[in-house]
């Protein structure tokens, strides 16, 4: 008895919650839609207000801060749904290689001769260099333009997306379900090189930072201060907040639409009303002239509006007479 009783006492502890909360930040992005930096925030707003509302709320707050990490390394490029491309330009694998890519000979070489000096057989490094030549002479403005802003920012383009197929390259092949650090490291500081050369160009130039956001497909997003970055409670009372201000207007919206429906039924309802008392008014206006007539107090076919006399013949002569009437002057003169 004793010894069953022993064995109920537990000798470890632990905590039912833990002291911070865990998100999982190495979340993949599967879904091409969340690439849109208002994703989470349109997605908060189709939530059905409900008594789940908050807790669907956090679901979508997680996701978010889970996908972030991985959207930051892919949602400039498209790289979430181009599993295929990656955004790097179609090469012609028959053609010489960059360092052979100026020998005439070859030209007139045997095809089974110009077929090892091509890309396809040659390295990755040689398939990269071309990469790199082809999206660089889409936007740099010469041939010997190697300083310019659309030469770099073309250049970190090219690293950022074949350093990402690499990556789910190694990550495909590891057992474990892990990335390379290493090199995502230096992903995520060649794109922060990247937003600052462009953001320098926008300022200078608007018309060619337009042609290279176009030529390469970069989405750029003007990113958020730390400042304006909410937390989870900040971030939830915000999106209820603006979900209230969306109902109020769309309850106000289908409001005033009834209103204008109901308005205008109830104004054909008024004309009819208005025409019928009208014809009604004249009808009685109508029967009082022929009364009138029959007393004899009118007469019928008169042209204009009979006025009687409001003055008597005796009052208006008196009245004359005390306008006009002097009495005889006195010849004696008043001291």
Known sequence: MNLASKRLIHTTTGLARGRHVYFNKHKMVTDPAKQDPDYFEKMARTLPLDDNYIDQLKKIYDDKIGSERDLTMKASDNLVADKITYGLPQLDLSKPRPPYSYVDSLKDAPESVRKIFSLEFGTRRDVTSEWKRVMIESVNHHTLDNSSLEKKIALCTALI???????DEIFAKNHRPRKPSWLTHRIWLVIGQRRRLLRELREINEESFQRVLKELKIAYHVQKQPEHVKTRKAWSEAQLLLRIQEEKEKRLEELHQSYIKEREE???????????LEKEKIDIEQRMKELLILEGKATDNVVGEYHPSLVGNMTETVVHSMLFYHPKPDMVRNN
């Not at 997306?161 to 990556?167: D, K, L, P």
């Not at 109830?266 to 019928?276: C, H, S, Y």
């Open 266 to 276: 109830k104004m054909v309802e008024m004309n009819e009303r208005k025409k019928e």
């Open 161 to 167: 997306r074949h350093w990402s197929m690499i990556v």
